[in-house]
């Protein structure tokens, strides 16, 4: 018993511990002798295995396996139950099971967004195929820049998983750079098309971040499409130097702002806002606020809700600022005026 690996408990007729090893000992957190005579605290019967938790005298618990079987010794039936500490299959258990939820869930949610664009393509392109259909010129091309809008849209879809299976993957660490961040706004701003001058942007043109320059768009992105879900233009981006070390991006809006009741959820996986100013059910994943938080820790900052005034509510995000450049080396002298 001495050199058994598990923890080995013999309890008596009336539920007491009579006999335990050094295993059972360091399992139950306390020294052998303290452990003789105490009640054992679990049923005990010749069953197959059960799961118990333990919580040790320091407050911490464990997930344990038992195993019981009886004999008689001495003229007394004993219970021998044998414990095997599982805490740590449990949670790798739990894990892989949290996980494969959430999967579930992802793919319910994807599957859903991405039957409309789809299936809006489809009538469309088939409209297009049809011989019998007469269009006229503008009616083909607004049937074209609606299939671009869905293009863009399951594109934008695709985009959004792959930034969440590379966090699931932890590989969130890109190579930071130093970004010029009024530069780069404009540059990016032509992404957004026609919703592009429905952006008002502050920043000084000195301030530069130090950042992966696609985790950058894609933090700033979701803010701007939450910003057009759910408040109303203009929409601002206001760019300010927080301290030596960090800058603050503030993406705000006109919008009657966020219920206090949906803020402490916002950041969470799957989780969705409320109904938009139009009184429409919000569509989305509930995974762009997720993804702008968990870049923004990765690269070192961090992404929150502020719910400002009545009329300027807005999201923010923290980033690192670039370090600043070593100054030049001095130019050594020249050999004739050293030796001079």
């Known amino acids: 018993m001495a050199a058994a690996p598990d923890g080995i408990v013999v309890v008596d007729g009336q539920g007491n511990i009579k006999l335990c090893n050094p295993a059972a000992a360091a399992l139950f957190g306390r020294p052998a002798r303290g452990l ?42 004993l219970h021998i139950a044998t414990l095997r500490d599982v805490t740590e299959r449990r949670r790798a258990q739990r894990t892989l099971e949290a996980a494969l939820a959430r999967q579930d869930s992802e793919i319910a949610i994807t599957a859903h967004e991405l039957r409309n664009p789809l299936a809006t ?53 890109a190579a930071p750079r130093p970004v010029p961040v009024l530069e780069f706004i404009l540059e990016q701003l032509g992404a957004l098309g026609e919703d592009a001058p429905r952006v008002e942007v502050d920043c000084p043109p000195d301030v530069v971040a130090y950042v992966d320059r696609g985790d950058l768009w894609e933090m700033l992105a979701n803010y701007l499409e939450n910003a057009f879900t759910y408040g109303r233009p203009p929409v601002g981006i206001h760019v300010t130097p927080s301290s030596p070390a960090h800058l603050t991006v503030r993406v705000h809006d006109r919008g009657p702002g966020i219920p206090p009741d949906v803020v402490p959820r916002l950041f969470r996986r799957f989780s969705r806002g409320p109904d938009t100013p139009h009184g429409t059910r919000p569509t989305g994943t509930g995974l762009g606020l997720w993804i702008v938080r968990n870049l923004a820790r990765a690269a070192g900052g961090d992404a929150w809700y502020d719910p400002g005034t009545r009329a300027d509510p807005g999201f923010c995000l923290r980033l690192r600022r670039a370090p600043p450049a070593p100054d030049p080396p001095t130019p050594a002298a020249d050999a004739e005026g050293a030796g001079a």
């Open 121 to 173: 393509i489809s009538v469309l392109a088939h409209t297009l195929r049809d011989a019998d259909t007469h269009l006229t010129d503008d009616q083909r091309t607004d049937i074209a820049h609606r299939i671009i809008d869905s293009t863009e849209r399951l594109q934008a879809l695709v985009r959004k998983h792959l930034t969440v299976a590379r966090i699931d993957a932890r590989a969130t660490h």
């Open 36 to 77: 003789l005579q105490l009640p054992f605290g679990f049923p005990v019967t010749a069953t197959g295995a059960a799961e118990i938790d333990l919580v040790l005298p320091s407050g911490q618990g464990r997930v344990v396996e038992m195993r019981v079987t009886a004999t008689h010794a001495l003229g007394e039936r």
